[in-house]
């Protein structure tokens, strides 16, 4: 009935997704003490910061000294986001980084000429350019990405066939620039994705692509993103974006619309009760949740950390038997 | 891959949950404004209160008035909850009201023990003389129920073969009555259900049952409510409980642990955009979800409410092509 994987890799994504988007001023400090706290749950990859222009986004003004302030765990890749060369050469000036390089294409024409005010050819062709400037950096190209692969607010819904010859583009530009992807990430950017349409879109990327290793980046907007996980582990998919607590996410600020990744320890619950195996310790994700609200000063989405998790009762168990 | 029904019955628990486990006074019109706006979308059956005493569930003291103000609207049932023959006797009071019969097990002991004060086989024989007071009142009996069929905050993990069996015990006390079950409903009471348990417990009820129509009542205490439901569907079932914008849950006031139905808006989105047909019309019950914000004076943890429906992006779409 299902090809489900044994393990999977979890990128967590709080910290860039969560300082980026909150109102309020967050100390430095505390930014670092989350990002030290996720490292110690079992994460081995943390997203910790963005490099982009302060005044596009001001959470973001302190990402030099957030990633300098990190104590690094050995096992634990620590990395960062950037939009332009010159974003690349703050990571690349970190030493606390591990940077790695993306290419990213978008089905939706609607959304790159809003988003990125590109045409498809003029967005092929960045992707080209900046293949070049990874290997004249000497960084290594890990992961191709679709933004909106699954929907599109300006565009609507986006067909299957278009998805499956964008991903062989990017397998197209990596070839050409005689790197190998690692991993393609499906991100359903604007959260329009249900689980039959995960079986639909991972299954037609499979069938073409049958080595391809796939990654799902899942917003949680209208409450699928458990669900369209559950689909993506029955296709075999082994590598999820998520972000603790659900940072990035907020329902109070009414801007859950526009962000939102999938809880990480949601998953994580999700994934440990079915038997697969994700390397973290959930009660010590769930304590690194609590920190994340009490760093924010709000109530996060995520359900576990609320809900609680079920070690106690069974343990509980264990003792009573 | 999957056994998906075509169309899907929702039983629609807000109103009962909601004005249980609120706090604050609520308005007897304001619930049943609610109640009437619920039947506008299209939902089939709308549990509308709990008849139990005043002293225990304060919310519920105007259960009567409740029941006696609603706006009957054809096609649609309106229920009631009892625990008593004297509860029973209230519904039966209410013309307002369509009183259908239900018996209900436990396989937890402990659970049994703590929360009704029962062992087993005193359950057992409880359900057999509700059966011979439902026969004598003229109360069609539709419904069998197992609470804590997934897992047990004071039993821990519950073995299948023992739900099974339950399920058997359910058949015989209906058969012995000379009735028969439309249905039986498996409730994750405390929220310990997975994809991979739902897919186990259902996949062998139904081996062992073929003909059984099921139900589910999934908790989203732990977020896994529309995965589980997801994964229910795979299963072929085709009947589940929910509350408007998840009414019983509260993130605000602590108890969401304690509460929280799956969200129906959230679970018609889930089945409407995968091709299941509900009946209802999602953009009413979004309307209809704010609305039930507005009564109780603070945000329910729904999604779909928040981030919205597809419609207007589809509509837009339309226009542009």
């Known amino acids: 009935m299902s090809d489900l994987p044994k393990s999977v890799t979890i990128n967590e994504e709080g910290p860039r997704e969560g300082f980026q988007i909150e109102p309020g001023p967050i100390e430095t400090a505390r930014k670092i003490e989350l990002i030290d706290a996720l490292a110690q749950t079992g994460?081995?990859?943390?997203?910790?910061?963005?490099?982009?222009?302060p005044k596009n986004v001001p959470g973001m003004a302190d990402a030099d000294a957030v990633v300098a302030g990190i104590r690094r765990r050995p096992g634990v890749a620590y990395t960062a986001l950037w939009l332009n060369e010159r974003g690349l050469l703050r990571a690349l000036a970190s030493p606390n980084l591990d940077v790695f390089g993306t290419i990213s294409l978008c089905p939706s024409a609607a959304f790159l000429q809003r988003n990125q005010k590109r045409t498809l050819g003029e967005n092929y062709e960045a992707q080209r350019s900046i293949l070049?400037?990874?290997?004249?950096?000497?960084?290594?190209v890990r992961r191709g990405g679709l933004m909106a692969t699954f929907g599109c607010n300006f565009e609507g819904d986006i067909p299957v066939d278009h998805v499956v010859g964008m991903v062989g583009q990017l397998l197209q530009l990596a070839s050409e620039a005689e790197v190998t992807l690692d991993f393609v990430s499906l991100a359903d950017t604007m959260a329009w994705a249900t689980p039959t349409s995960i079986q639909r879109v991972v299954g037609s990327v499979r069938?073409?692509?049958?080595?391809?290793?796939?990654?799902?980046?899942?917003?949680?907007?209208?409450?699928?993103?458990i669900a369209n996980a559950f689909a993506g582990l029955q296709m075999g998919v082994d590598i999820f974006d998520a972000a603790v607590a659900g940072l990035?996410?907020?329902?109070?600020?009414?801007?859950?619309?526009?962000?939102?990744n999938v809880c990480t320890e949601d998953l994580v619950f999700l994934c440990e009760e079915m038997g697969i195996s994700t390397g973290i310790d959930l009660d010590s994700l769930v304590e690194t949740a609590r920190l994340a609200e009490d760093i924010v000063g709000h109530m996060l989405p995520g359900s576990v950390k609320t809900g609680g998790t079920l070690s106690k009762f069974r343990n509980a168990q264990r003792v009573a038997v």
Chains 1, 2 share one sequence.
């Open 248 to 260: 990035g996410g907020c329902p109070f600020a009414g801007h859950r619309g526009a962000a939102g």
């Open 43 to 53: 994460l081995r990859q943390i997203q910790t910061v963005s490099f982009v222009p």
């Open 207 to 225: 069938e073409r692509f049958p080595g391809l290793r796939l990654s799902l980046h899942l917003h949680d907007t209208r409450g699928m993103g």
């Open 132 to 140: 070049q400037t990874y290997k004249k950096s000497g960084v290594k």
